[in-house]
């Protein structure tokens, strides 16, 4: 079983992260229904490289080492009980022949279900991983999303964009790109409080 992390392939999960602060938000709401929008050039508008904000979020470069270490003890518990069905499988080839018809075919039935049951634990430990993966980028994009929000009102940013390659924005000035800016908030944010990030999924499917 070898299951790489695709983490990259996940990373487009927003193509625009948006925020309006609640002042500019009621602003307009009342120049909208009196039939005036905010004008462009009174928005200021910042944008970050998203697969940058993920891969330099410490806390993801953490959980992504703990599910991939996980993964490996996985694979390994795996290709041992594989091993074991393999040894057990060419015992009954050499020695089937000293058995009585009854019980050869009781064998036979043992190592199907036990092929069977092999099968059903490998695709439950992808089954684990794949899940651990889901809630790692899913708890990624909340904290995100949260400090996104805590950093637009800080610095009176009206709208934030995400850029993914393959995403909505083609262009954008250097001289609004906030990554490093960003990034650099939200690690000291994690590391400030480490334990209010959400914990990985409990490695339970090997113990069985």
Do not use: H
């Amino acid at each position: 079983m070898k299951k790489g992390l695709k983490f990259l392939g996940v990373l487009a999960f927003a193509s625009v992260l948006f925020y309006s602060c609640d002042q500019k938000t009621a602003t307009t709401t009342e120049s909208a229904s009196s039939g005036e929008g905010m004008a462009a050039e009174d928005m200021k508008v910042a944008f970050v490289y998203t697969d940058s904000v993920i891969n330099k979020y410490d806390y993801f470069k953490k959980m992504s080492e703990e599910i991939t270490s996980k993964g490996k003890r996985f694979d390994s518990d795996l290709q041992s009980r594989a091993r074991g069905f393999e040894q057990e499988v060419a015992t009954f080839q050499q020695t089937g022949g000293n058995m009585t018809p009854n019980q050869a075919r009781a064998k036979q039935d043992e190592l199907m279900q036990k092929e069977q049951n092999l099968m059903t634990y490998r695709n439950n430990l992808m089954q684990e991983l794949s899940a651990d993966e889901a809630k790692l980028m899913n708890d990624v994009y909340e904290q995100v999303q949260v400090y996104i929000k805590d950093y637009a009102k800080e610095n009176n940013i009206d709208i934030i964009l995400s850029y993914t390659r393959g995403g909505a924005m083609w262009y954008a000035t250097e001289a609004i790109d906030v990554t490093a800016s960003v990034v650099d908030g939200l690690n000291k944010k994690y590391a400030a409080n480490p334990a209010g990030a959400a914990p990985a999924a409990a490695d339970s499917t090997a113990k069985k």
